[in-house]
Every structure is written in structure tokens, then in C-alpha cells.
């Protein structure tokens, strides 16, 4: 085995450390998914007539749907009347306060790195903590009250905040959208609102972290964030789960709004379990992610940084509807060992003088498989609208592979494209020049993929940077050899 | 005295085929030696076993470096302890500034050393320091190494890094090649500048020329894997007035 070879070993094996199991007595659902399933959901979480409905019509759907087979990823089918659809922590008492919590949730969090201490939490960053299908606290909510600014739970918003969740739910990605847009809307637990008001610059970044606790549970949650006109906010996702032997299904929603003048910036550092070494196990991270920028002169910006999970299959997309608005997809994707990604995204021009960007760096290591799936597509009435992508990929020994699919759609003759890419290894000569400046072979693949993924990470807020730099290193470690 | 390297009877083969062959040389702390000889005749490969590129097969002999056996140490050890290798070919690290490779390398020495890594601003005082000696500019330091230099900046910038960590050993393998003579004179004066009596250099050239400016106190003719003929700086200019021919009829007539 050539060196790097072992290098790359070495790097990509490290253990996932986050894969304890936090021994809370939690209260699930019947295994398996029916229109009872769905009604034991709407009434544990004491949602209003509409909402149930809204679920069930969704259920009916999605009954009619077929699982789609087009992606570039390869798994056992799903039998998805064995999954547990609600899994939550058992509540002892109502929580007022932090004092209120269960000690084992506060100290799982306290273990992954994210207490739950709202005078000791990272510079101002307000969380929103979910276990499996509940949201167990939500820190700073007075301060971000006193602006106007919602953020709770999507439970406590369908129960309190009934109007603007009627309004929107839905409105980005219909029930109908796709296989796993359906099932998600027919069974959604719980997951963040974020409302940000007229003219109101949210003083923190928002943050929800997603912890899957419960064994044979899937994860569905639901997230939706309106940036009312002129407004501005900067959302966090975090993700963790335990290891296990079986996979697990995590079918998220995110729907982003930005009306006139708004920007949305959303950034995600996801590291579900990505399975074993031999690719047992791990989380099937099937998601689906849409803003629409309504107003003119709005901006919704994704940020994505992908280690975990042993499917990742996703397209965080930007609707440009309004005149002049902005998306941009900022990506890094790392595949490892036996791990398969199949992401990208959409951007759909609809507006006037609409602009796009997309800068996409996949990593694939070990066996994995790494895949860039893009669209680009410019409406007849999109008038000079420009697209920028840039797609990388760089491999890490000679086991893996990268793809790229860029789709084109043009209808109209003013608009204007550009694609890069590019495909690069991390070879012998450039770990040996590392080597001989005195880094070990971790320390130079760390260096390197920093340098490579340097234009995504630039776009995270600070604390998470350093986060995805350390995650990265880790997830890649044993990788070279 | 304790040598700084002692090479003594080494074979080294690449992909099964002998290329040093019962090689031996002793370099002395401060002393500077130049290794000639014609193309092919394995220069680079012992500038690249020294350093311990892994397809450099050591099929026998020993190296000695400040007494230790060096081939028992992998080679990012090797430059952890001092030893510093010019690339005749330095590679590009997209996205990695000469500023955070450097600290990442300087870092790396100081722990293998026992001591805190510096900080930023005591890092910066000694990039600053550094970067004097080598006419570097601070905003040259701060792109991606290596990327979009012309060939005179990167062998700058290896001179550079080569004063960052303060090796013991410095190997320099065909520096002067693809420089003008501005670049060479920069880079020469930038080595001379790091010549000290605890410091030893081995200067791997082609040409003579490099020679008129790093002054060497022993230049060895290398041939056929081995060295055919040992002198001073005179032995440069000799070279360099009437080729290697006349050594290789030496050779042959020995």
C-alpha cells in the first residue's frame, strides 16, 4: 500500500464520538405509520383541527407517491412500517426554566460540546435544542421577545402562532413535492420557527441543534423561518445521533422565506452518524431544503458542511422570485469509508436581474462516494440573470469516487452562465513536501482540505468555522496511510 | 566532534534499480558542501533518501545524523530534528498560506521540542524577522503557497521557510536551477545569511555558478552513484572551465 494510502487509513478511521445514548425514559408511538400514527402526533402536540387535516391530506398523498430511484446513492429499501415516527423525552414537569430540565438531556448536551447555559453559551447564540421529536429548550427567548422576533419550537408556533404558520406552512415545499416532503408533512415532530419582523436585524445567530436519541425512530422535523421585509437573520443547524447497528431515517423539511429587501442566511454543520467502517449502520439524511426569496432585492444564502450521516441526499435551493434577489449554495461535502452524498442545489431564476452562486468542494475518502447534482434554470422571465458555479472535488486515495451532474435549463437569451470545475488528489508529492516541513501525515491532510474548503468556510459564522475545521480533521482522520 | 551526518557504505535503489551505490560522506557542524556531477547520476536521490521519501530504498549502509540512526526515523521526525529540504520542484497548497504552513510547521517543531507554540504576535515578530533575510514581502506571504509563483519566488520562498525552523541541516537540491541571476543572487545571500558554526549545508547543483556566491568548503564530484573526486572551491571552477570528462576518464583509468 502506497503511503498515502495509509495515511488516508489512518485519518478517515477515527471513531464518531458522538455516538453515546442518553438513557432517558422517552414515550414513542406505536412502530409503523398509519392515519392513527398521524392522529397520535396532532394530539400529543394539541395541535388545532387544521393542522391534523393538513397532516392527513399530506399521508394521502404520499400513499399515492413512489420512492424515487434516480439519485446516485445505493441502499436497502425502506420498510417504513417499522419505523417509530414519535420518539419523545418523557416530560417529568412543566420547563420554565433550565432548573426544570431532566438532568441527562442537560448533560447530553453538555457532552456534545453545546451546554445548555444561556449566560455561557458561545458569544450570543440563542438554541433551540430537539431530542428525537421534541424541542426540549429554547435559550434567550426573552431578549429576542423584546425585538419582535419569534423563536420557538414549530410545536408551541402551530399552537401560538397559529396565523403566520397557516400562512406559510407549505408555501416553499408543497406536501405534494416530493416522496419524502409528503411523508414529512404527514408525520413532521417538531423542529424551529424563526419569525424575524419588519425592518429587524436579529442582534444573534439562531441555532437548532437535532439530536436523534430513541432507537428505530426516525427523525422528521420541520423547520420554517420567515424574514419579514428589510429584515435579517442567520440560522445555525447542528446534528448528532448515537451509533447503532441499524439505519435510521432522518426526513427533514426546512422552508425559507425572505420577503423585500430581506436576507436569510442558513448554515448547516451536519454529522449524523455515518455508519461503521464496514458501512453498517448510520443515518439515511433525506432532506429536503427550499427558500424562496418572495420580495425584490432579497437574499437567501446556504451554507453547508456535510461529514456525517451514510446517505446524504439533498439540495438546499434558492426560488429567486423576486426582481433583483440573491441565492448562493456554499458547499462542502465529505464522504468517507462507505459513506454516499448525492447533494447540491437549485437555482431557479424567476425575477429580473436575478443572481446566483454556487461554490461546491466534495471530498471523498475511503470507499465512499461523492456526488454534485446542480440545476441551473433561467425563466423565460428571468431577465439578465447570472449564475456562477464552481464544483471541486478532490480525492483522497484510489478507492472513492466524485461526480458531478450540472443541469442547464435556459429560457431566455439574456442570461448568463459560468461553471468551473475542477478534480484534484492529495498525492504523494504534496504530503511529502508537508512531511518534510515537519507535519505528520493528519496534520497535512487537516491543512490541506482546510485550504481546499477555505471559500465555504469563510461563510459560517466564526464559532461554527472553527467547529466544521475540527469536524472535518476528525472526519477524515486515518484517511491517508 | 560529533559529526552532523555521517553516510557510510549506502546503496539506495529506486523501483529495484541501484542508483547510490557504496556511497559515503562526512559533513562536519558549519561546514558547507557542494555535490556536482552530471545528470542521472543520483544527486536528487540523495538529497530525497536523506529526507526520507519513502520509494528510496535503503539497501545498505548507514546515515548518522548528530549520531542517531537517521533511517529509523520517518520523515517528518527527520525535519522536526533539523533537517531542511530546498525542492527543486516546491509543490502548490491551494487555499494555504505561506503565513499558516509556516505556523503550522514552526508549531509542529516547538511541540516535538517540548515548548508552547508561539502566538500570534510572537509568530509575526519572527516571520517579520525572516522574511528580511530574504527580501520576502509580507503580502507575498499571505497567498496560497506556491500558487501562480514564478520559478525565482519559489525558490524564495523555500529560502524563506528554510530560515522559519532553523534547521541544522539544510539540503539544498538544484536551487539555482530555472533562476536568473538577480533571483540566484537573492537566494544566495539569503542562505549565507543562515550560515553559522552550528549549521551545515549541502548544496546539490548542476552549475557552477551558485557556487560564486554560496561559497563551499568542500565540493565532491558525484558519479555513477558514488563520489569520483573530493576537493575545495577550486575543484568548482575546474568543473566548470573544462566539464566532467576528465573525471570520468579518471575513473576510468583508476
Same mark, same amino acid.
Not at chain 1, 148 to 154: D, L, T, V
Not at chain 2, 79 to 105: C, D, W
Given at each position: 500500500m502506497?503511503?498515502?494510502?495509509?495515511?488516508?487509513?489512518?485519518?478517515?478511521?477515527?471513531?464518531?464520538?458522538?455516538?453515546?445514548?442518553? /438513557? =432517558?425514559? $422517552?414515550?414513542?408511538?406505536?412502530? &409503523?405509520?398509519?392515519? %392513527?400514527?398521524?392522529?397520535?402526533?396532532?394530539?400529543?402536540?394539541?395541535?388545532?383541527?387544521?393542522?391534523?387535516?393538513?397532516?392527513?391530506?399530506?399521508?394521502?398523498?404520499?400513499?399515492?407517491?413512489?420512492?424515487p430511484g434516480w439519485q446516485n446513492v445505493r441502499y436497502p429499501k425502506i420498510d417504513f412500517q417499522d419505523i417509530i415516527y414519535y420518539a419523545a423525552p418523557k416530560?417529568?414537569?412543566?420547563?420554565?426554566?433550565?432548573?426544570?430540565?431532566?438532568?441527562?438531556?442537560?448533560?447530553?448536551?453538555?457532552?456534545?460540546?453545546? /451546554? =445548555?447555559? $444561556?449566560?455561557?453559551?458561545?458569544? &450570543?447564540?440563542?438554541? %433551540?435544542?430537539?431530542?428525537?421529536?421534541?424541542?426540549?429548550?429554547?435559550?434567550?427567548?426573552?431578549?429576542?421577545?423584546?425585538?419582535?422576533?419569534?423563536?420557538?419550537?414549530?410545536?408551541?408556533?402551530?399552537?401560538?402562532?397559529?396565523?403566520?404558520?397557516r400562512r406559510y406552512l407549505g408555501t416553499v415545499v408543497p406536501p405534494r413535492d416530493n416522496f419524502y416532503a409528503a411523508l414529512n408533512s404527514a408525520v413532521f415532530s417538531d423542529g424551529s420557527f424563526v419569525y424575524v419582523p419588519k425592518g429587524v436585524r436579529c442582534p444573534m445567530e439562531l441555532s437548532t441543534y437535532f439530536r436523534i436519541n430513541a432507537e428505530n425512530s426516525g427523525q422528521f422535523e420541520r423547520t420554517l423561518i420567515i424574514a419579514d421585509e428589510g429584515s435579517y437573520v442567520s440560522y445555525l443547524e447542528g446534528c448528532t445521533a448515537p451509533k447503532r447497528d441499524e439505519n435510521q431515517l432522518h426526513a427533514a423539511v426546512v422552508e425559507l422565506i425572505a420577503l423585500d429587501n430581506a436576507e436569510i442566511k442558513y448554515s448547516t454543520v451536519q454529522n449524523w452518524y455515518p455508519g461503521d467502517k464496514e458501512g453498517k449502520g448510520g443515518i439515511y439524511n433525506f432532506v429536503t431544503k427550499r427558500g424562496l426569496c418572495k420580495g425584490a432585492y432579497s437574499k437567501i444564502s446556504w451554507t453547508q458542511v456535510e461529514t456525517g450521516s451514510a446517505i446524504t441526499w439533498k439540495y438546499p435551493s434558492c426560488i429567486l422570485k423576486g426582481d433583483h434577489s440573491i441565492g448562493e449554495f456554499y458547499s462542502v461535502a465529505v464522504t468517507n469509508?462507505?459513506?454516499?452524498?448525492?447533494?447540491?442545489?437549485?437555482?431557479?431564476?424567476?425575477?429580473?436581474?436575478?443572481?446566483?452562486?454556487?461554490?461546491?468542494?466534495?471530498?471523498?475518502?475511503?470507499?465512499?462516494?461523492?456526488?454534485?447534482?446542480?440545476?441551473?434554470?433561467?425563466?423565460?422571465?428571468?431577465?439578465?440573470?447570472?449564475?456562477?458555479?464552481?464544483?471541486?472535488?478532490?480525492?483522497i486515495g484510489d478507492k472513492c469516487g466524485a461526480h458531478t451532474f450540472p443541469y442547464l435549463e435556459i429560457k431566455n437569451n439574456t442570461g448568463k452562465v459560468e461553471h468551473e470545475a475542477t478534480t484534484s488528489k492529495i498525492g504523494e508529492d504534496l504530503l511529502f513536501y508537508c512531511n518534510q516541513r515537519g507535519l505528520s501525515d493528519e496534520e497535512a491532510v487537516s491543512l490541506i482540505i482546510n485550504g481546499y474548503c477555505k471559500e465555504v468556510f469563510q461563510h459560517l459564522p466564526m464559532e461554527f468555522m472553527v467547529e466544521a475545521q475540527k469536524l472535518l480533521s476528525i472526519s477524515l482522520e486515518g484517511s491517508v496511510g | 566532534m560529533q559529526?552532523?551526518?555521517?553516510?557510510?557504505?549506502?546503496?539506495?535503489?529506486?523501483?529495484?534499480?541501484?542508483?547510490?551505490?557504496?556511497?559515503?560522506?562526512?559533513?562536519?557542524?558549519?561546514e558547507v558542501h557542494a555535490i556536482m556531477g552530471p545528470n542521472g547520476t543520483g544527486k536528487s536521490t540523495l538529497a530525497a533518501t536523506l529526507a526520507g521519501r519513502e520509494e528510496y530504498e535503503v539497501v545498505s549502509g548507514e546515515i548518522l545524523y548528530k549520531g542517531r540512526n537517521l533511517l529509523e526515523m520517518?520523515?517528518?521526525?527527520?525535519?522536526?530534528?533539523?533537517?531542511?529540504?530546498?525542492?527543486?520542484?516546491?509543490?502548490?497548497?491551494?487555499?494555504?498560506?505561506?503565513?499558516?504552513?509556516?505556523?503550522?510547521?514552526?508549531?509542529?517543531?516547538?511541540?516535538?521540542?517540548?515548548?508552547?507554540p508561539l502566538d500570534a504576535r510572537e509568530f509575526l515578530k519572527l516571520m517579520n524577522e525572516k522574511a528580511q533575510l530574504v527580501d520576502i514581502k509580507r503580502e507575498f506571504l499571505s497567498r496560497s503557497i506556491n500558487e501562480g509563483f514564478s520559478g525565482g519566488e519559489k525558490k524564495r520562498n523555500e529560502i524563506f521557510q528554510m530560515a522559519m525552523l532553523e534547521p541544522s541541516l539544510c539540503i539544498l537540491d538544484e536551487t539555482d536551477s530555472g533562476l536568473d541571476i538577480d533571483a540566484l543572487r537573492i537566494v544566495a545571500?539569503?542562505?549565507?545569511?543562515?550560515?553559522?558554526?552550528?549549521?551545515?549545508?549541502?548544496?546539490?547543483?548542476?552549475?557552477?555558478?551558485?557556487?560564486?556566491?554560496?561559497?563551499?568548503?568542500?565540493?565532491?564530484?558525484?558519479?555513477d552513484g558514488r563520489i569520483a573526486k573530493s576537493g575545495g572551491k577550486e575543484l568548482a571552477l575546474?568543473?566548470?572551465?573544462?566539464?566532467?570528462?576528465?573525471?570520468?576518464e579518471e575513473l576510468v583509468a583508476d
Open positions: 502506497a503511503e498515502s494510502d495509509k495515511i488516508i487509513d489512518e485519518v478517515v478511521g477515527s471513531d464518531y464520538k458522538y455516538g453515546f445514548v442518553t /438513557p =432517558i425514559e $422517552e414515550e414513542l408511538a406505536p412502530r &409503523g405509520l398509519s392515519e %392513527d400514527t398521524i392522529r397520535f402526533i396532532s394530539a400529543k402536540k394539541q395541535e388545532p383541527e387544521w393542522m391534523l387535516e393538513w397532516r392527513l391530506k399530506a399521508y394521502r398523498a404520499w400513499l399515492q407517491m413512489k420512492e416530560k417529568k414537569k412543566e420547563i420554565k426554566s433550565l432548573d426544570d430540565l431532566d438532568p441527562e438531556i442537560r448533560a447530553t448536551y453538555d457532552k456534545l460540546g453545546i /451546554p =445548555i447555559q $444561556e449566560q455561557k453559551i458561545l458569544a &450570543g447564540i440563542a438554541v %433551540d435544542y430537539v431530542m428525537d421529536s421534541e424541542s426540549v429548550f429554547t435559550t434567550f427567548r426573552e431578549a429576542l421577545r423584546e425585538k419582535g422576533i419569534i423563536f420557538c419550537s414549530i410545536s408551541e408556533a402551530i399552537r401560538e402562532h397559529e396565523d403566520l404558520v469509508n462507505h459513506q454516499q452524498a448525492d447533494t447540491g442545489t437549485k437555482m431557479i431564476h424567476i425575477g429580473k436581474n436575478t443572481r446566483s452562486r454556487i461554490v461546491s468542494k466534495g471530498i471523498s475518502a475511503g470507499r465512499s462516494q461523492n456526488s454534485y447534482r446542480g440545476l441551473v434554470q433561467i425563466h423565460a422571465t428571468a431577465e439578465n440573470a447570472y449564475n456562477f458555479s464552481q464544483c471541486d472535488s478532490l480525492l | 559529526s552532523m551526518l555521517s553516510i557510510n557504505h549506502l546503496t539506495v535503489a529506486v523501483n529495484g534499480k541501484e542508483i547510490l551505490r557504496d556511497f559515503s560522506l562526512t559533513i562536519n557542524p558549519g520517518e520523515a517528518d521526525e527527520r525535519a522536526r530534528e533539523g533537517i531542511f529540504l530546498a525542492f527543486q520542484y516546491p509543490v502548490e497548497i491551494p487555499g494555504v498560506s505561506t503565513t499558516n504552513f509556516m505556523k503550522a510547521a514552526v508549531n509542529a517543531k516547538r511541540k516535538h521540542q517540548g515548548l508552547e545571500n539569503g542562505v549565507n545569511r543562515l550560515r553559522s558554526p552550528e549549521r551545515s549545508f549541502l548544496v546539490i547543483t548542476h552549475y557552477q555558478r551558485l557556487l560564486n556566491y554560496i561559497i563551499p568548503d568542500y565540493v565532491h564530484v558525484l558519479f575546474k568543473l566548470e572551465a573544462e566539464g566532467y570528462d576528465w573525471v570520468k
